[in-house]
Each structure stands twice: as C-alpha cells, then as structure tokens.
C-alpha cells in the first residue's frame, strides 16, 4: 500500500534524510549549570534537601511544603511553624463555590438542571423529596 505522505514522519521540521539524532550531537553533553543543594526543616523535624540552580539568596525560596507531612518548612531548623497561617488554609472545591454562590443561587442551578433532566426524559417529573 503506498502513502501520500513523505517517510519523514515523526520527525522534527528542518531534518534532512541520513542526518544524525538530536540527542547524538558532536557538542557534548551541554553545558551544566552550577546548582546547590538547600535543606529545609519542617516543624516535626523533616528535613527536605532541594536542588536549585545557584541563584541569588532572594530568590530561593524561604520555605517550601514538607513532602512527608505538608507542613510548612523553613531554611532555619530552629525556625519552624507548626500551621500555616489563616490565610493560606487549604480550601476544598465546595469552599470556593460557595464564595460564588448563596444557597438561592443554589437552588436556581439546582432547579434549572433538574428541569433539563425532566425534559430530556432521564428524571421522573416529580422526585419525593422534590416539591
């Protein structure tokens, strides 16, 4: 079976036929950054060590989420919080719906997908509860 298509495909545009892989250059491996190794503390006493590319002090992060238990961890084993502050508070979906939406909004969606069920013929026309 022939193809209207060239053999080139799957390949990057700009390859010719015959020439080498991408990662089979005559360069080298690259040129590596200089990186340094930061350890943080958590509250319970984790220590996380992270890889980061040798940046200025002001932008390395002073803390960083504990991968063991989530708790804020800092750069200062002996300063360490134990909770996040208020504002920070992990907040579920229905949380920030709610911000949204009062209860009336609710019941106007509420009533307006059960209405399109209805029509559509997948709910009955009266539910118990429903009134």
């Not at 950054?33 to 943080?40: A, E, G, K, M, T």
Request: charged share 25%; hydrophobic share 25%; proline share 8%.
């Amino acid at each position: 079976m022939v193809h209207g298509t060239p053999g080139y495909r799957g390949t990057r545009v700009g390859v010719t036929q015959g020439s080498a892989p991408r990662n089979q250059s005559d360069h080298g491996a690259g040129e590596q950054l200089p990186r340094i190794r930061v350890p943080y503390w958590c509250a319970k006493g984790h220590e996380t060590r992270l890889v980061f590319l040798k940046l200025p002090d002001e932008q390395i992060p002073k803390t960083w989420d504990c991968p063991k238990c989530g708790n804020p961890a800092s750069r200062d084993p002996g300063n360490t919080t134990s909770s996040r502050p208020e504002d920070e508070i992990f907040k579920s979906h229905l949380d920030y719906v709610k911000e949204r939406r009062s209860s009336q909004d609710a019941e106007v969606v509420l009533a307006g997908a059960l209405e399109r069920l209805r029509a559509r013929g997948i709910l009955p026309d009266q539910l118990l509860g429903d009134t």
